[in-house]
């Protein structure tokens, strides 16, 4: 390659690098494989030592040079204590061996001790605790400062307010804790099977909907995700003789302070030993209750660390050794297309049935008609497929070798595969949709939401019978559901006079269903159930709901109900400037609707009408969801954050940062005791 062509395939590589890193990093949606991007940056990485440094070309700062930065906007930032890098990582057992040598070169050692840990798939996060209480928690952002995401880590189950300090584990005056933010498997599958029963787009892969969810704005959103916290590194510490003097008894340490920490970490001397550890950790990941992508190895002397010191972006003295995905080839027999509650069309590989990751998988996303053209992805080819996060099957890309002239380019449906409707694609996504309301598919998956357990409850009315319903033209929207007769319902097969009462009863019960059950069940585009609750106090009622203007949300940029912007309310306005959508609400009144309307909080009588509480810390005899239940019943709002605009912080033991800015503000603070006094 010449300097010129260098110069040109740097400057192309480092725009496709940023471009990827703001889609990871920032918006939690990689288009690539992890093993592409670094991939990538490697080769980046190797022009810009043989031709920047060598030949002077292409000044400026490199992707190279920088730790990814996941700042978003919405957040207030916070600098760390001391800097928060990233990791180098490698594929190749050899260049593991190296980064030994290395160390053993720079610190003149015969031989070095190692921690072995294992490498979990979530996002980086800095918790800072003075004199042993938690009172931040922060996203490693650009490395020196980050997103405050402490109100949301806080609903973190897991993650204790206070260190446990015993005679033989002190805690210092000031600590920062690194860890990841992780999402189980099981918990990703629980929240995947969800969204295909509402047939919602599937996530893609743990890591992405963790870092997805710990990033939204509303705490009360980020509850209803069950997230985990592994916590494994050091920051800054005061004082700094309050910890040990290696790696393996800082997890000893951190775990006697009742911290998450790794489950399993293998200490070890010399290269031979560490990638024994490495091989038994790959074994032994596929029990682990949560995504492994590799492992990390580190020095386990603490002082050895600081004396081999860091580069601009990451310490000398650790390296991630990331497992390969484990890939395998099939062929791809068909490509089939679902379509979902909105009427997105989703392309599915239909594959001849393989052996992959401990499962069968004969199916897998394709993700999108884009993705399918910028992989060439045909009908016919082989193609090679991996377990995205170790639980979706994804085809990664086609064996083109193996390509035989009747694999042609898969042509994407232009009319819906279920009621011909010409398909279309709205401005600013990629996604293309069926327009036509009416479709089968749409209909059943908007009746399979809005009955769930999720929106109104009913018992009875699954899949199998909304699927029967919808086939027999008895129920074309959710309005018809609240119009089925009994006669017809006992046609449906031999002894139904019992369930078919029992449906029927079950729907008559869901009329009085809690109102925001209803605005949740209308699928209104971003309102999920904290906002729907939010819509329910604002407007009390579906038709007050569906007449509301967009200055009833927002008024010179600022929200008028807390946690409704700008986008969701224009989602709002344009669900109801849909004449179909505001009839459907005018159907379900005349039906028989009545929602049991939440109380007012300008009642009449309610004792904490216009009151806005903050809740932090244990109470004594009730927990915090049960406390906040009591405030909304007595015309009360629970926030999630602490302002000028806050009538009582309700503080329980072991009360955080929520308290002293309470104090801060002049805020009035009160006790559960006092709580009970002023609800009598």
């Not at 997805?212 to 509303?218: F, H, P, R, S």
């Not at 033209?473 to 006669?487: E, N, Q, T």
């Not at 925001?516 to 971003?526: A, D, K, N």
């Amino acid at each position: 390659m010449t300097p010129a062509e260098a110069q040109t395939r740097i400057i192309a590589l480092r725009a496709e690098v940023a471009h990827h890193d703001e889609l990871y990093y920032r918006r939690a949606q990689p288009e690539i494989t992890d093993f592409n991007y670094d991939r990538l940056k490697r080769e980046l990485a190797e022009l810009e030592t043989e031709f920047t440094q060598n030949a002077g070309l292409v000044g400026g700062v490199s992707p190279t040079e920088q730790v990814g930065d996941d700042r978003t906007e919405g957040f207030a930032t916070y600098r760390h204590r001391e800097r928060m890098m990233s990791l180098d990582n490698t594929y190749s057992p050899e260049e593991l061996h190296e980064f030994h040598e290395r160390l053993i070169k720079l610190l003149g050692r015969e031989q070095l001790s190692y921690v072995v840990e294992p490498k979990i798939d979530g996002l980086a996060v800095s918790l800072t605790f003075e004199k042993g209480k938690l009172i931040r928690a922060v996203t490693r952002g650009n490395g020196v400062e980050g997103d405050d995401i402490t109100a949301n880590a806080r609903t973190i189950h897991s993650l204790p307010r206070e260190l446990k300090a015993t005679g033989d584990t002190p805690v210092p005056d000031f600590i920062e804790i690194r860890g990841e933010v992780y999402l189980t498997l099981a918990e990703f599958q629980r929240i995947n099977k969800q969204r295909e029963e509402a047939g919602e787009p599937l996530y893609a892969n743990p890591r992405n909907l963790a870092a997805g969810t710990i990033k939204q704005l509303d705490p009360r959103e980020v509850a209803q995700r069950k997230l985990e916290i592994v916590l494994y590194g050091l920051g800054y510490c005061e004082p700094a003789t309050s910890l040990p003097a290696t790696q393996s008894g800082y997890h000893e340490l951190v775990r006697a302070w009742g911290l998450p920490t790794v489950e399993k970490f293998w200490k070890v001397q010399g290269a031979g030993e560490t990638w024994a550890a490495v091989q038994e950790l790959d074994k032994l990941r596929g029990k682990f209750a949560y995504a492994t992508d590799g492992a990390v190895v580190k020095l386990d002397s603490i002082p050895l660390q600081r004396e081999a010191g860091a580069t601009a972006k990451s310490p000398r003295w650790a390296m991630a050794y990331k497992f390969a995905a484990e890939r395998v080839e099939t062929r791809l027999n068909a490509i089939t297309i679902q379509v979902g509650r909105t009427g997105v069309l989703t392309p599915v590989a239909e594959l001849e049935p393989i052996h992959l990751a401990g499962t069968t998988v004969a199916r897998a996303t394709l993700h999108n008609r884009d993705e399918i053209a910028r992989k060439d992805i045909r009908i016919g080819d082989f193609v090679y497929v991996e377990k995205a996060g170790e639980v979706i099957p994804a085809v990664i890309g086609a064996n083109t070798a193996r390509r035989t002239p009747e694999c042609v380019p898969y042509t994407f449906p232009e009319k819906c595969p279920v009621c011909a409707t010409p398909v279309v694609q709205l401005e600013g996504e990629v996604a293309l949709r069926c327009p036509n309301y009416e479709c089968p598919v749409q209909v059943r998956r908007r009746v399979q939401h809005f009955a769930s357990k999720a929106c109104v409850d009913i018992d009875g009315l699954g899949v199998a019978m909304v699927d029967a319903l919808v086939e027999k033209g008895w129920v074309k929207s959710v309005a018809d559901i609240y119009r089925l007769r009994r006669a017809d319902l006992l046609t449906l097969g031999k002894s139904v006079e019992k369930s078919t009462d029992k449906l029927l009863a079950a729907i008559e019960t869901s009329k009085r269903a809690e109102l925001w059950r209803f605005i949740h069940g209308l699928g209104v585009t971003h309102v999920g159930a904290a906002a729907a609750k939010d819509l329910a106090l604002k407007f009390g009622g579906l038709e007050a709901l569906a007449h509301a203007k967009f200055e009833d949300f927002v008024v010179e940029k600022k929200s008028v109900i807390e946690g409704i912007g700008e986008t969701m309310a224009q989602a709002i306005m344009d669900h109801f400037n849909e004449p179909r959508n505001r009839m459907l609400v005018s159907e379900l009144v005349e039906l028989g609707v009545e929602p049991a309307a939440p109380l007012k909080r300008e009642a009449v009588g309610a004792v904490f009408a216009g009151k806005t509480f903050v809740l932090t810390g244990a109470l004594p005899s009730m927990s915090r969801e049960q406390a906040a239940e009591k405030i909304e019943a007595a015309g009360g709002k629970v926030s999630g954050s602490v302002s000028k605009k806050t009538s009582y912080v309700l503080a329980g033991e072991d009360a955080g940062s929520k308290l002293e800015k309470a104090r801060t503000l002049g805020v009035a603070v009160i006790d559960e005791a006092e709580f009970l006094r002023l609800l009598a």
